[in-house]
C-alpha cells in the first residue's frame, strides 16, 4: 500500500466527452504527477503539480489539464476525448519536485473511450 | 533525451529458478537516477528500489539483487529463486538530475518485461 489513492477504478466514457480523474497523494507528499499508459506500454509522463502549480509537462495536447489543492490531492481533466486516450492513468506522489525523490503510484484508474 | 531500453518482452521461468531483467538507458545528463518497478495485474506500479548514477556499489536486499554498470549503461534486476507471487511486469525506469526545477521530477519508463513463474 503506497497510501496514493484514485478514484475511479474503472469508468467508460464516448468520444467527445469530458473525463475527471481523482488523486489523493500520499500523507506529507507536497507533488503529485499523472502518466498515461497504454496497453503493452509503459507508462508516459502527462504532467506534475508541485504547490498547486504545474511544473513539468509531457508531450500531451492542451485538452489534457490538472489542478493540485491546497491539501495536494490533484485532478486530471480530459476533454474531448478521443479513442486513443483509452489506457490506464496513474497518479503518483513523491515528497518534493526534485529529481531524484522516489515517486509512489497509486493503483490507477483505467478509462475506456468507445 | 532520456531512453530506455527493455529489450526482453517476456521471460517465463520455472519457480525456483534465478531470473535477470535487463534494463539499458541512455542520457546526456551525469546526474540521474533509476528506477525499477513491479506492476501485478491490478495495475499499480510497485516501487522497488532506486539508485543514484554516482553510486556503483551493488546490492542484494533478500530475493532481489541489483546490477548497475555505468560502463555499458546498463542497471540489470536479478530474482534468485523465483516464486509464483513474483509473476508481473516489471518496468525499468529513469530520471535525470534538473539545475532548475522545470520540468519537475519525470518518469522516463522502458516498455517493461512481463515475468510469468509457473509451478
Known amino acids: 500500500e503506497t497510501g496514493v489513492t484514485q478514484s475511479p477504478t474503472h469508468l467508460i466514457k464516448t468520444r467527445g466527452q469530458q473525463v475527471t480523474l481523482r488523486c489523493s497523494s500520499q500523507?506529507?507528499?507536497?507533488?503529485v504527477s499523472w502518466y498515461q499508459q497504454a496497453l503493452g506500454q509503459g507508462p508516459q509522463f502527462i504532467f506534475q503539480?508541485?504547490?498547486?502549480?504545474?511544473?513539468g509537462r509531457g508531450n500531451f495536447p492542451p485538452r489534457f489539464s490538472g489542478l493540485q489543492f491546497p491539501n495536494y490531492s490533484s485532478e486530471l481533466n480530459v476533454n474531448a476525448l478521443e479513442l486513443d486516450d483509452s489506457a490506464l492513468y496513474l497518479c503518483?506522489?513523491?515528497?518534493?519536485?526534485?529529481?531524484?525523490?522516489?515517486?509512489?503510484f497509486g493503483e490507477g484508474s483505467w478509462l475506456t473511450v468507445v | 533525451a532520456q531512453k530506455v531500453t527493455q529489450a526482453q518482452t517476456e521471460i517465463s521461468v520455472v519457480e525456483k529458478e534465478d531470473v535477470t531483467l535487463d534494463c539499458v538507458y541512455e542520457?546526456?545528463?551525469?546526474?540521474?537516477?533509476l528506477f525499477w518497478y513491479k506492476q501485478p495485474p491490478s495495475g499499480e506500479l510497485v516501487f522497488l528500489i532506486r539508485?543514484?548514477?554516482?553510486?556503483?556499489q551493488n546490492e542484494i536486499s533478500g530475493r532481489y539483487s541489483w546490477n548497475f554498470q555505468k560502463s555499458t549503461s546498463s542497471f540489470n534486476f536479478t530474482i534468485t529463486a523465483s516464486q509464483v507471487v513474483d509473476s508481473a511486469v516489471y518496468f525499468c525506469?529513469?530520471?535525470?538530475?534538473?539545475?532548475?526545477?522545470?520540468?519537475?521530477?519525470?518518469?522516463?519508463f522502458g516498455t517493461g518485461t512481463q515475468l510469468k513463474v509457473e509451478l
Open positions: 503518483a506522489s513523491s515528497p518534493g519536485q526534485s529529481s531524484g525523490n522516489t515517486i509512489y
Open positions: 500523507s506529507g507528499h507536497n507533488t
Open positions: 503539480y508541485y504547490r498547486e502549480e504545474e511544473n
Open positions: 542520457t546526456r545528463d551525469t546526474t540521474y537516477y
Open positions: 539508485r543514484n548514477s554516482f553510486d556503483e
Open positions: 525506469a529513469l530520471s535525470v538530475r534538473k539545475l532548475n526545477t522545470g520540468g519537475g521530477n519525470k518518469l522516463t
